[in-house]
């Protein structure tokens, strides 16, 4: 996947700080929103190589937005040759927490998640 450089603006409203996660399908950024002035998370995947999932993702987080511990997704859109949305920031990814576990979850852990 190619490199989103640091500050960069994506869709005129988020500026990219630092890269915070990655997964398969792509990369995941601390950014800022330049119309609240909070950060946010940006998620961005390749346009070009492999399928893209992530207005997938981004439809689906619409539909579960009221839920508890779900994140409330912001916009989704396309830039150059990405696919990108953006998000609240919640800390740390369940990647983290897995990894923190041994990789392994709990039956109860994994029904809060």
Not at 3 to 22: C, E, T, V
Not at 26 to 54: I, Q
Not at 80 to 92: K, L, P, Q, R, T
Not at 100 to 105: E, G, K, L, S, V
Request: charge should be positive; hydrophobic fraction near 40%; include cysteine.
């Amino acid at each position: 996947m190619q490199r989103a450089p640091s500050q960069f603006n994506i869709g005129n409203r988020f500026l990219l700080d630092k890269k915070i996660g990655m997964g398969g399908f792509g990369e995941v950024y601390l950014a800022k929103d330049s119309t609240t002035g909070k950060n946010c998370a940006v998620k961005m995947e390749s346009r070009v190589n492999g399928m893209p999932v992530l207005n997938y993702e981004f439809k689906i987080l619409q539909h579960l937005k009221n839920l508890e511990g779900v994140p409330q997704v912001f916009k989704f859109g396309l830039q150059s040759d990405f696919n990108w949305m953006a998000m609240d920031y919640i800390g740390y990814s369940v990647e983290h927490y897995h990894s923190a576990c041994q990789r392994i979850f709990q039956v109860e852990v994994s029904c809060v998640s």
